[in-house]
C-alpha cells in the first residue's frame, strides 16, 4: 500500500520525530553555516561539471512580446505549449529547458489594466504543471494553487489519481486549460512560472517561468524610458552537466515519482553559472541615457545584492520606480539593491554620467568567485533622452496599523514534522497541507501579519493580495530601504522578523503564502489563507 503525503507525515508525527531541530542540528549542520560562498542566501552550492563561458561575451537576449491569438471587445487571448526545447545557453553546448513555447524565459505577456487577460495553457510535457502568475490578483480557481494540475496533453483522464508526489491531485485541464486574469491592478512587473505541488522547483529551475507586464495610463503618461530602453531582466542562477543539461538534484530527476531533493541541498540549490534572460554572464550596449530594467531575482534559493561597477561619478546607481506591486509614490535612490527569490525591482539607470566607452558591471556583493558577477553593460555610443524620473510617481496611501482588524503570527522554519527521515520546513510547525486553512480573513479587511523566520533566510510570498511593511528586523524598525511601497514578497534574514498589513482585496477563497526558496516551499513550507 502506498502512504498519502499526509500519511507518512502522520506517522512520523505520531513516532515523536517531529520536534523541532535547534539550529543546523539536521546532521548536515555545514549547510547552515552560510558557508556556502553565497551570503545570504539558504543552499548549498551545486558546481557546474561543463565549461562555463567567458563572461560577458554573449548578447542578452530579450525574451520575445507574445502576439494575441485573437482580441474581442472584452479581452485578449493567448496560446502558450509548454514542452520541451533545446537552447544553446553554453556555447557549443545544447540544454534541454522546458519551456513556456519551448523557451527559457518564456515569452513575454503584456496586458493592459482592467482588460481581461486568457491564456490558453497546453501541457506537453510528460508531467503535470501548474501555472501561477505571481503578483497577479487573481480568482482562486485561476491562481495556480499548487494541486489544481493541468495534466500532459493526450493523457487518458486520470481524475485525482496519484502522479507524483503524494499528494492528491485536482485535475483541472486534460491537456489544456484557459487561465483567466482579469488584471484590475496597476501597471506592475508580473511574472508567471510553475507551481506544481512538490515539483516547482526543479520545474521553474528547468525553465518554466516569464514575465507579465502589466501596463496602465497613469504609468505611460510620467515619460518613464520605453520601448527598447525598458527591458526585463530574469536573472537566475544554474548549475550545468558536462554536456550541457541543467543539473538539478531531484530524487528522482523524471519528476514523475519522488519528490523532493538530495537531503544535502535541502536548504536550496545554488548554482554556479549566472544567467540573466537565460544567457550567461551577458553584455548589453547601451545609449549614453536613461534605462529602465525590470529586475527580477527568478533563483530558487539565491539572493543578490546588486551594484555597479564602476558605480556613477555623480548620482545614485540605480533609481528604484517600482516594486513589486507596481509604482512607487516617489523615486527612490539606491547605492544597491538587495534582491530576494521573487522580488521584483524596476529601475532607472543613468548611463549619461558615464563617459561613452565605459563597461559597467552589475555585480553581486553577495556572491563568490562566478556569481559574484551578473552581466555588463557597455556605454557604445551617446543617444538622444527621451525620458525622464518624475518626482511623483504613483498615488499611494500608507495603510496604518490601526486600520488591521485581526493580527496573526506565522513562523518560518525547519522542524515540526518529518517525512523519509527527512525534516521538512514549515508554517508554524506544520507542513503544507492542503486541507488546511491556516488564515480566514474576510474579505475588503486590512491584516497584520507579524511573521518570522529561522534557521535561514526566507523570501515570503502572499498569493493575491499586495502588503505593505510597516517594519523588518523587529525591533522599532521600519521598512527598510527595499520594501517600499506595495509588495508581494519580503524577505526575512535568518532570525528576521516583520510586520506587514495585508489587504485581502479581491476575491473570496483558498489561495497558499509560501516561502518563495523553492526548495523550501516543495519541501513542504506553505500554508492556506481562505478570504471569507
Ligand atoms: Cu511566485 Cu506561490 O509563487
Ligand atoms: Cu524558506
Redesign the pocket.
Known amino acids: 500500500m502506498k502512504l498519502s503525503r499526509k500519511e507518512f507525515l502522520r506517522l512520523s508525527l505520531a513516532g515523536g520525530a517531529g520536534l523541532f531541530l535547534p539550529f543546523g542540528a539536521s546532521g548536515c549542520g555545514g549547510l547552515f553555516s552560510g558557508n556556502n560562498g553565497a551570503q545570504g542566501s539558504a543552499g548549498a552550492l551545486l558546481k557546474s561539471a561543463a565549461k562555463l563561458p567567458e563572461p560577458f561575451t554573449i548578447p542578452l537576449p530579450i525574451p520575445p512580446v507574445l502576439e494575441p491569438v485573437h482580441t474581442d471587445a472584452s479581452a485578449d487571448y493567448y496560446a502558450i505549449t509548454q514542452k520541451v526545447g533545446r537552447a544553446e545557453i553554453l556555447p557549443g553546448l545544447k540544454t534541454e529547458v522546458w519551456g513556456y513555447n519551448g523557451i527559457f524565459p518564456g515569452p513575454t505577456i503584456e496586458s493592459r489594466r482592467g482588460r481581461q487577460t486568457v491564456i490558453r495553457h497546453r501541457n506537453e510535457l510528460d508531467v503535470p504543471t501548474v501555472v501561477?502568475l505571481?503578483g497577479g490578483k487573481t480568482p482562486p480557481e485561476h491562481d495556480?494553487y499548487?494541486t489544481d494540475v493541468v495534466m500532459p496533453i493526450g493523457r487518458r483522464k486520470s481524475g485525482h489519481g496519484n502522479h507524483g508526489g503524494h499528494a492528491e491531485l485536482n485535475v483541472i485541464g486534460e491537456g489544456t486549460f484557459d487561465y483567466k486574469y482579469p488584471l484590475d491592478q496597476p501597471a506592475a512587473t508580473l511574472?508567471y512560472?510553475d507551481?506544481r505541488m512538490d515539483f516547482?522547483g526543479p520545474q521553474v529551475y528547468k525553465g518554466l517561468a516569464g514575465f507579465h507586464l502589466i501596463q496602465d495610463d497613469e504609468e505611460e503618461v510620467l515619460g518613464l524610458p520605453n520601448g527598447e530602453r525598458d527591458i526585463p531582466l530574469m536573472i537566475c542562477d544554474r548549475s550545468f552537466t558536462e554536456d550541457g543539461s541543467f543539473n538539478y538534484p531531484s530524487l528522482d530527476p523524471s519528476l514523475k515519482g519522488e519528490p523532493g531533493v538530495e537531503p544535502e541541498y535541502m536548504s536550496g540549490v545554488l548554482g554556479n553559472c549566472i544567467l540573466v534572460n537565460g544567457a550567461p554572464w551577458p553584455v548589453l550596449e547601451v545609449t549614453n541615457t536613461l534605462y529602465r530594467f525590470r529586475l527580477l531575482n527568478a533563483s530558487n534559493a539565491r539572493r543578490y545584492q546588486l551594484a555597479l561597477d564602476p558605480p556613477p561619478r555623480e548620482g545614485a546607481s540605480f533609481v528604484q520606480v517600482g516594486s513589486d506591486g507596481g509604482l512607487l509614490a516617489k523615486p527612490m535612490k539606491h547605492d544597491k539593491i538587495e534582491v530576494a527569490q521573487?522580488e521584483r525591482f524596476d529601475v532607472i539607470v543613468d548611463f549619461s554620467s558615464y563617459p561613452v566607452g565605459t563597461e559597467v558591471t552589475l555585480i553581486n556583493e553577495f556572491g563568490a568567485d562566478s556569481a559574484a558577477k551578473v552581466m555588463r553593460f557597455v556605454v557604445a555610443r551617446e543617444g538622444t533622452e527621451e525620458s525622464r524620473i518624475p518626482p511623483k510617481l504613483a498615488d499611494f496611501r500608507p495603510l496604518s496599523r490601526s486600520e488591521a482588524t485581526v493580527e496573526r503570527e506565522f513562523r518560518f522554519a525547519r522542524g515540526g514534522a518529518q517525512m523519509d527521515g527527512m525534516t521538512l520546513w514549515t508554517v508554524n510547525g506544520e507542513p503544507f497541507d492542503p486541507d488546511r486553512i491556516d488564515a480566514d480573513p474576510e474579505l475588503g479587511d486590512v491584516e497584520l501579519w507579524k511573521i518570522r523566520g529561522l534557521n535561514l533566510e526566507h523570501p515570503i510570498?502572499i498569493?493575491l493580495v499586495r502588503f505593505q511593511v510597516l517594519t523588518v528586523g523587529g525591533g522599532n524598525g521600519d521598512a527598510g530601504p527595499y520594501n517600499q511601497c506595495w509588495k508581494d514578497?519580503v524577505s526575512l534574514s535568518s532570525g528576521g522578523e516583520a510586520e506587514l498589513l495585508v489587504k485581502f482585496d479581491g476575491y473570496r477563497g483558498k489561495y497558499?503564502?509560501?516561502c518563495?526558496n523553492l526548495e523550501h516551499?516543495d519541501m513542504m513550507m506553505?500554508a492556506n489563507f481562505e478570504v471569507v
Do not use: D, K, Q
Request: no cysteine; hydrophobic share 30%; proline share 6%.
Open positions: 501561477h505571481h495556480g499548487p511574472w512560472h507551481h516547482t521573487a510570498h498569493h514578497t497558499v503564502f509560501h518563495h516551499e506553505m
